[in-house]
C-alpha cells in the first residue's frame, strides 16, 4: 500500500489524480498508526515549513514518519514535504524539521547580482541528474520540472542527486538511502514527472 500523508498542508488531489494516470492507487493517511501499516508513504506539502512541522507534531506524525523511514521503506517527499526532511529550515524564523537527512532550508540569495531573482521560483525549469537514483531509471540526464518555491535545501554534495540553475546552483532532487526528496511538483509535471513517480511505484 502507498499511503499519501494528509495533514493538512498539500493539495492531495493532484497527487492522487497523477497515480490515478499510472493506474495506482494510493491510500490517504491521517493518523501516525496508519503510516506504520505502507510500504511506501509520500510526503505532499505547500505552505510554511514551521505550520508544517506544527500540524504534522500535533498529529504525532512526525515520529511515526522517522520510524517508518528507519524501516527501510521508500518515502518520498514532494516540494515542503521535501524541506521537511532536512533538520531545519530559516522560514520565518528558525525551526527543526524531521532530521531524516543532514542539512538546512535557506531562502533564495536575492543580494548583490542575484537580486534580480523573482521570488517566488515559479514555472517550469531543469532538473539535472547528478547521481544515478532509482528514480531516474529510464529517464535522460536532464529534463523540465515543475517548480513553485521560495526557499530551497542546502545539503551535503553526497545526498544531491539533481541539480537546477534559478539565479545560482541549488539542489533539486535528494536522497538518503530510502528517503528521496523532490523539490519541484512530479505531479504537475506531465511526462516526466509521472516517470519518476511510476518509477517510486516501482521501488
Known sequence: ?????????????????????????????RTAEDIAQCDKIILPGVG?????MHCLKERGMDEAIGAFASSGKPLLGICLGMQLLFESSVEFGKSKGLGLIEGEIVAFDTSLFHKRLKIPHMGWNTLYVTQKSDLFKGMPESFYLYF?????????EKYRIGKTMYGYE????????NVYGFQPHPEKSHENGLKILKNFVEL
Open 1 to 29: 500500500m502507498i499511503g499519501l500523508i494528509d495533514y493538512n498542508m498539500g493539495n492531495l488531489r493532484s497527487v492522487s489524480n497523477a497515480f490515478e494516470k499510472l493506474g495506482t492507487e494510493v491510500s490517504v493517511i
Open 48 to 52: 510554511a515549513f514551521k505550520d508544517a
Open 148 to 156: 513553485v518555491h521560495s526557499f530551497h535545501t542546502h545539503c551535503d
Open 170 to 177: 541549488f539542489p533539486s532532487a535528494v536522497q538518503k538511502d
